[in-house]
C-alpha cells in the first residue's frame, strides 16, 4: 500500500538526497549549490565539445533549414489522431513517477467522454503545430551510478521527468513514425 502511496505523491523511496559533493576541491553542501554543481556536470556531458567538426558544421547547416509542416497534410501520417491510437498509447504506457504536471497511471481509467476531450487536445496540438509551453519543462533527479563515488557530480546519472501527457503524445507520433519508417524500408535490420 504504501509503495502505492509513494508513487501517487511522486516520491521514490530509494532516492535519498544528496548531503554535499566535491568539486574543484571544494565543498557543496546547501542545496542550490548542489544543484548548480549537477547542473554543470550533466551540461558538460550534454555538450557539443566532443562533436567533430564535419558534424558540427552538418549541424549547423541543418538547424538554418526552415521546416514547413504543412506541407504534405494529406498523407496517411499527417492525418488527425483516432482514439484507436490513443487507447493503445495509453495500453502500452508503463506505470511512472509523474512529471511535473503531477499525472501518470490515471490515464488508463479516464471515461471514454475524457479520452475524446484528450484526443481533441492532443489533435489541436499535432494539427496547430503549437507545443505547450509547460511540457518543455522536467524534474530532474541525479541517479547514482552504481559503484561511484557519492561525493563527485560526474558519478551521477541524470533521469528527466517529463509531463504524462506528452510522453503519451509522442507514444502516439512514434507509433506513426516507425510504421512508415519499416513501411517504406527505411530502417535497416540492424
Given at each position: ?8 505523491l ?10 554535499f ?54 498523407l ?10 490513443l ?13 511535473p ?38 524534474i530532474?533527479i ?49
Amino acid at each position: 500500500m504504501w509503495e502505492k502511496v509513494r508513487k501517487i505523491l511522486g516520491t521514490n523511496k530509494f532516492y535519498h538526497g544528496i548531503s554535499f559533493l566535491q568539486t574543484n576541491g571544494q565543498l557543496v553542501s546547501h542545496t542550490k549549490g548542489i544543484a548548480n554543481t549537477l547542473g554543470s556536470a550533466f551540461a558538460n556531458v550534454s555538450s557539443g565539445d566532443s562533436y567533430s567538426q564535419t558534424f558540427i558544421n552538418y549541424k549547423k547547416q541543418q538547424e538554418k533549414r526552415r521546416i514547413d509542416f504543412n506541407t504534405l497534410t494529406s498523407l496517411a501520417y499527417n492525418v488527425d489522431f483516432s482514439l484507436h491510437e490513443l487507447r493503445r498509447a495509453i495500453r502500452s504506457s508503463h506505470p511512472t513517477t509523474p512529471g511535473p504536471d503531477g499525472i501518470h497511471d490515471m490515464l488508463k481509467n479516464l471515461s471514454k467522454k475524457s479520452l475524446g476531450l484528450l484526443l481533441i487536445l492532443f489533435n489541436r496540438i499535432w494539427n496547430e503545430h503549437v507545443f505547450p509551453m509547460a511540457w518543455n519543462r522536467a524534474i530532474v533527479i541525479p541517479i547514482l551510478k552504481p559503484g561511484k563515488n557519492p561525493e563527485d557530480p560526474s558519478s551521477y546519472r541524470p533521469i528527466a521527468l517529463t509531463s504524462c501527457l506528452c510522453k503519451t503524445l509522442e507514444r502516439m507520433i512514434n507509433a506513426r513514425l516507425i510504421h512508415v519508417l519499416e513501411e517504406k524500408k527505411i530502417l535497416t535490420e540492424f
